[in-house]
């Protein structure tokens, strides 16, 4: 019987149907915790399902690119949702038909301040060459950062990782620093939020209100668009 | 909703054939989500901002982005095979993160909410 039980999981293992799975079914289960937690952003459910997905890796000893031969079918759905992001930018760009060089102004200089601001204090700190390209785009959001990180020569998967820890910390300690500076304007709290920290730092925004919601989301593509064409140009 | 699909699809790849044509530094699908959206503003000024986005269009991308955080998991999960890298740079990257992303925060706040004031 043992001897069966042995047979079923090194089949299963191997099977690319496995990896397919497993990413699945640990995102499922970190989605209900997130929504549980009334989606906090220390609940991020990206954050968990690498977490439980990285700890079952390493106790079943399964590698990464056997892994990654089941969970490639999720990876490639990348690009065109990248694409798909054309949509919601749209609708955000047609929200804010005034002010726009206002918006273009403050999105440039964040972008500026986010990318240049992780290079130069990775390299003052000490990073090596790749880890410095892998932080360079972990403001934007995580398509479009590990399209760049790959140009750039850093690692897209130490990419995506950075972007949520990004998004986190954004959320997390952006509306303090915002009502520290006296910053109250919706729209300016919208843009900072999507600019610098993404989909998560927009989902915040639109707790605080639709009109930072809709800001934080063209901030988002339009901060996601200016960095990949700065900052390979730049590197 | 397939067409629409495959539309998404087409454009990833005729942004990736442009990229690589004209050796653009730039990834492949921002620069077939700028083209999508330079076609939406185009029929928006035909059809009308509201009637800009197909219905099928509207349900691939809601659908597809709806669990675009799914998609980033498998990626995500190679940073296990870079955990030496990640304790040997905690430091550096802990400070960059952080340091940068207050900064962005910060600038970007403050200077939209000084031109906003201006009529």
Redesign the interface.
Same mark, same amino acid.
């Given at each position: 019987m043992m001897h069966g039980l042995t047979d079923i999981w090194v089949y299963l293992a191997r099977d690319p149907l496995f990896?397919l799975t497993l990413?699945?079914l640990?995102?499922l289960a970190a989605?209900v915790v997130y929504r549980r937690l009334k989606m906090h952003p220390l609940a991020n459910?990206?954050?968990w399902?690498?977490v439980v997905?990285?700890l079952v890796?390493?106790g079943t000893g399964i590698s990464?690119d056997r892994?990654?031969q089941g969970?490639?079918f999720?990876?490639v759905?990348?690009?065109?949702?990248?694409?798909?992001?054309?949509?919601?930018?749209?609708?955000a760009?047609?929200m804010l038909r005034s002010?726009w060089? +206002?918006?273009a /102004?403050?999105?440039l200089?964040? %972008?500026l301040?986010?990318?240049l601001?992780? @290079?130069g #204090?990775?390299? !003052?700190?000490?990073?090596?060459d790749?880890?410095v390209a892998s932080?360079a785009p972990?403001?934007v959001t995580?398509?479009?950062a590990?399209?760049?990180s790959?140009?750039?020569g850093g690692?897209?998967?130490?990419t995506?990782?950075?972007v949520?820890?990004?998004g986190i910390?954004?959320a997390v300690? +952006?509306p303090s /620093?915002?009502n520290a500076?006296g %910053?109250?304007?919706p729209?300016?709290?919208g @843009?900072? #939020?999507g600019? !610098?920290?993404h989909?998560i730092g927009t989902a915040r925004a639109f707790n605080e209100s639709p009109e930072a919601g809709y800001a934080a989301s063209l901030?988002m593509g339009g901060a996601?668009?200016l960095t990949?064409?700065v900052l390979?140009?730049l590197? | 909703m397939l067409s629409m699909l495959a539309l998404l699809l087409v454009f990833q790849l005729a942004g990736e054939a442009l990229c690589h044509a004209l050796a653009l530094p730039v990834p492949g699908p921002v620069v077939g989500m700028v083209a999508l959206v330079l076609v939406l503003i185009a029929r928006g000024i035909w059809v009308g901002p509201d009637a800009a986005v197909p219905p099928d269009l509207e349900r691939v991308t809601s659908t597809l982005l709806g669990h675009l955080s799914l998609l980033f998991v498998p990626a995500g999960v190679g940073v296990t095979t870079h955990l030496a890298l990640l304790a040997s740079e905690a430091v550096p990257i802990t400070v960059a993160l952080v340091g940068s992303t207050v900064a962005a925060i910060a600038v970007a706040g403050v200077l939209m909410a000084r031109l906003e004031r201006r009529p």
């Amino acid at each position: 019987m043992m001897h069966g039980l042995t047979d079923i999981w090194v089949y299963l293992a191997r099977d690319p149907l496995f990896g397919l799975t497993l990413t699945v079914l640990a995102y499922l289960a970190a989605d209900v915790v997130y929504r549980r937690l009334k989606m906090h952003p220390l609940a991020n459910p990206v954050l968990w399902s690498v977490v439980v997905l990285g700890l079952v890796l390493a106790g079943t000893g399964i590698s990464y690119d056997r892994y990654f031969q089941g969970a490639q079918f999720i990876h490639v759905l990348l690009g065109p949702a990248t694409v798909a992001l054309a949509v919601p930018l749209y609708r955000a760009l047609n929200m804010l038909r005034s002010g726009w060089p +206002g918006v273009a /102004v403050a999105l440039l200089a964040s %972008v500026l301040v986010a990318s240049l601001g992780a @290079i130069g #204090l990775g390299i !003052a700190f000490g990073a090596g060459d790749t880890t410095v390209a892998s932080l360079a785009p972990k403001s934007v959001t995580t398509p479009i950062a590990m399209g760049i990180s790959e140009r750039i020569g850093g690692l897209p998967s130490l990419t995506a990782v950075l972007v949520i820890l990004t998004g986190i910390l954004g959320a997390v300690l +952006g509306p303090s /620093v915002l009502n520290a500076l006296g %910053v109250r304007n919706p729209r300016a709290r919208g @843009i900072a #939020l999507g600019a !610098a920290a993404h989909g998560i730092g927009t989902a915040r925004a639109f707790n605080e209100s639709p009109e930072a919601g809709y800001a934080a989301s063209l901030a988002m593509g339009g901060a996601g668009v200016l960095t990949a064409v700065v900052l390979p140009i730049l590197w | 909703m397939l067409s629409m699909l495959a539309l998404l699809l087409v454009f990833q790849l005729a942004g990736e054939a442009l990229c690589h044509a004209l050796a653009l530094p730039v990834p492949g699908p921002v620069v077939g989500m700028v083209a999508l959206v330079l076609v939406l503003i185009a029929r928006g000024i035909w059809v009308g901002p509201d009637a800009a986005v197909p219905p099928d269009l509207e349900r691939v991308t809601s659908t597809l982005l709806g669990h675009l955080s799914l998609l980033f998991v498998p990626a995500g999960v190679g940073v296990t095979t870079h955990l030496a890298l990640l304790a040997s740079e905690a430091v550096p990257i802990t400070v960059a993160l952080v340091g940068s992303t207050v900064a962005a925060i910060a600038v970007a706040g403050v200077l939209m909410a000084r031109l906003e004031r201006r009529p």
